[in-house]
């Protein structure tokens, strides 16, 4: 009973957003957008995440290897959108500053920050117990 009850909110939520996209002055635009997105993510995200997560298998600092990539790709989805965008913002105070800069030097600190845990947790740790 509860699938049911859940595959009709669903249905109902697409019949939302079919009617918010046809409500939309340019909804061709919006479905190309979507499609876009879909192909992006299905093409060449995913399986680049999936060729990294193998590449990674076996490796002992593959968690500080994945943290890494996860706060890197977590801020090009925040940033990516305010730098494609063609045009100027609607809201000047949107980009006031280089983001494109900004974010590079971001994602140096942390390959950065990612090196130096790598690197740390490579050396032997060093007792300090007096024996």
Known sequence: MLRYGVGCLGLVLIGIGAWRVADQPDPLGVVVWLAGAVVLHDGIIAPLVLAIGLLLVGRPERGVLRGALVVAGSLVLIALPLLVRPGEPPNPSALPLPYGR??????????VVAVILVRRRGRPQRSTDDD
């Open 102 to 111: 900004n974010l590079v030097i971001v994602l140096a600190a942390v390959v």
